[in-house]
């Protein structure tokens, strides 16, 4: 069911994923049937960063794309890379850099070749002043030791898709970046933890995403037929962020819609 009365941002959606080719014009129609004003397209390795720009100039307005490397692809990180990347991140259409971090869970690249991907795109959002798009998951440690070694040189920065504990968060909230939620707050075993975190987010912090096509909520009714996640289920996604924080969810819309375009500029 539409949900005219809310304006939403999807600052994370990899739309350049293959599930989206056969009906990409319906997806985009339906997010804006759902309130969706904005979404960002998430580029994740060299090819998806050049498709996630294409597709931001050929809906200017609407769609903008970010620049960057997963560390899953991190060993696939080289000179000419490098160069894409800021030839990329120099362009109007992307607004942050990333995605980037450090992924110690799936170990699709060794750990090194995810430290030195993410140094050197941490030294593109430096030059560039653009924002940083970012993704960690179980490792922590070295991921702020990363940040930590950029600051004061860098500027806004959002943890994209968190999904961790409380002294993640605080430590994240300490050093001033903005917090990404997504539909895992839906989830009634995994999401439970997510759920009284999220009162703890500054308003002023505060992003939502649907990282389509990943993460559908779990608990959408009717179930769909298929488990491809769309940038239209960011409405559901905002209400289930508003009701763990206790507030309206045209508070918790127009909040993070006005944080998202001061973040990317939009």
């Not at 294409?54 to 609407?62: D, I, K, R, T």
């Not at 996604?237 to 944080?259: L, Y």
Request: proline share 5%; with cysteine; glycine share 8%.
């Amino acid at each position: 069911m539409p949900h005219p009365n809310l304006t939403l941002v999807d600052i994370g959606a990899n739309l350049t994923h293959e599930s989206f080719r056969p009906d990409f014009d319906a997806v985009l129609a339906r997010a804006r049937e759902h309130g969706v004003d904005q979404i960002v397209v998430t580029g994740a390795s060299a090819g998806g960063s050049r498709a996630a720009h294409a597709l931001a100039q050929a809906h200017p307005g609407f769609l903008h794309a970010t620049a960057g490397v997963h560390p899953h692809h991190a060993h696939e990180y080289d000179d000419d890379t490098d160069a894409l990347l800021r030839q990329l991140v120099a362009t109007p259409e992307v607004r942050a850099v990333g995605e980037t971090g450090l992924d110690y869970f799936r170990d699709y690249s060794p750990h090194a070749a995810q430290v030195a991907a993410f140094e050197r795109q941490l030294g593109i959002a430096i030059d560039s002043g653009k924002p940083l798009f970012l993704h960690q998951r179980d490792a922590h440690a070295d991921f702020i030791a990363c940040m930590d070694n950029v600051q004061g040189r860098i500027g806004r920065a959002v943890v994209h898709c968190f999904t961790g504990e409380r002294a993640e968060l605080v430590d994240y909230l300490d050093r001033g970046f903005f917090i990404g939620i997504t539909g895992w707050i839906c989830d009634e075993r995994r999401g439970q933890h997510l759920r009284q975190l999220v009162e703890l987010i500054p308003t002023d912090r505060l992003l939502i995403e649907t990282d389509a096509p990943y993460l559908l909520p779990r608990d959408l009714h009717p179930k769909p037929s298929h488990r491809r996640n769309e940038p239209m289920h960011l409405a559901h996604i905002c209400k289930a962020v508003a009701h763990a924080r206790g507030e309206d969810a045209a508070t918790t819309a127009a909040a993070s819609s006005a944080n998202a375009r001061t973040f990317f500029a939009l």
